[in-house]
């Protein structure tokens, strides 16, 4: 069994997206039950994180990133020896070959500079 790991960007993600349904959008309950939903799709990757497609970038990449599709919203993650990083969860609808930082940074640079970090042993934001 793969152990998870939420990289603190994913973990800012569903914070961002838990509180913009319950506050913003007055539903907590849909929120909660988000929330169970995505938590209970994410931890069947521990036992077959190969099972989602792979992402396919523009640019090539240095790590294979996956997609789960999860109602509306789409989790990024790698699979790095026997654990699962889990490093974006995005709105699904959005045009997913941009994802903003600081202006325009598409998903592939911003995967690409991910990958770097990773590899270099440094903790990505």
Known sequence: MYKLKYLPLAQKDLRNIISYIADNL????AAMDLLDTLENSISHLQQFPYSCKLYQAIEPLITEYRILPVKNYL????????????????YGKMNVGKIYNNGKVRIEN?????SLAVLAGESPD
């Open 75 to 90: 989790v990024f993650y790698v699979v790095i020896e026997h654990e699962v990083e889990i490093h974006r969860i995005v």
């Open 110 to 114: 911003w995967c690409a500079k991910l």
């Open 26 to 29: 007055k539903a907590p309950k």
